[in-house]
Structure formats: structure tokens, C-alpha cells
């Protein structure tokens, strides 16, 4: 049996309740480099247990900092959205006046050519 063989099996069972196979458990009994890893992997399972109880407490400062651009935030969106606003409305005017300008046109392209007859 090889370590490279193990390395699976030895980080899926850090506690080596896995470790089932009796050649399997011989070879980390008597394998120093299987050993380490297998060391490494319960002190990483350790402290990521530990992690669990453990309650972080922020900065102090860091939750105004976030509030602060969490508002700087959406001070630029509302200006983006005023922005946004006033384009839409800007594109909607010179709808209105292109709109406008080609119905003109077609009264006096009308108007030149008889079919209409304008008042006076």
C-alpha cells in the first residue's frame, strides 16, 4: 500500500474512524508520513470545530464604517436613478419634437402637392 493511496481516505476520516481496512489501518500505524498528514488533518478538524463556539467581535468601528458606505452607496444610486430620470426624459422630448417635425412635413409635402388644402 502507498501513502498517495491513502491521502483521500485520510482526509475524509481525520478522526480515522474510516479506516476500516485492516491493512489500511496497519500501514497509518506504522507509516510516519501518513501519520503527520493524518495529524494535520484532526488539528485543522479541531480548529475548525473551535470556530463554531467562537463569537467574533467586530472592529471597533468597522460596523459605522460599513453603515457609512453602505449610505455613500446608495446616495450614488439615487443620483444615478435621477440621472436615468432626466435622460429617459430628454429622449422622450426629442421623440415628441422628431415626431411632431415629420407630421409638419407631411402636411406641407401634402399641402405642395394639392391633395390638401390648407385654411386661407
Do not use: F, N, W
Not at 495529524?39 to 467581535?57: G, I
Not at 419634437?97 to 409638419?104: D, E, L, S
Request: charge should be positive.
Amino acid at each position: 500500500m502507498r501513502c498517495d493511496d491513502l491521502a483521500d481516505l485520510l482526509a475524509a476520516s481525520p478522526d480515522g474512524l474510516h479506516l476500516d481496512d485492516r491493512r489500511t489501518r496497519r500501514h497509518v500505524e506504522t507509516c510516519l508520513p501518513c501519520q503527520a498528514e493524518l495529524a494535520q488533518y484532526r488539528k485543522l478538524m479541531r480548529a475548525l470545530r473551535s470556530l463554531r463556539t467562537e463569537v467574533l467581535r467586530p472592529a471597533p468601528g468597522l460596523v459605522s464604517d460599513v453603515l457609512a458606505s453602505l449610505e455613500e452607496a446608495g446616495d450614488r444610486h439615487a443620483v444615478r436613478g435621477i440621472l436615468h430620470g432626466r435622460t429617459v426624459a430628454y429622449v422622450g422630448g426629442i421623440a415628441v419634437a422628431t415626431a411632431a417635425a415629420a407630421g409638419a412635413g407631411a402636411v406641407v409635402l401634402a399641402a405642395r402637392r394639392g391633395r390638401l388644402r390648407l385654411a386661407g
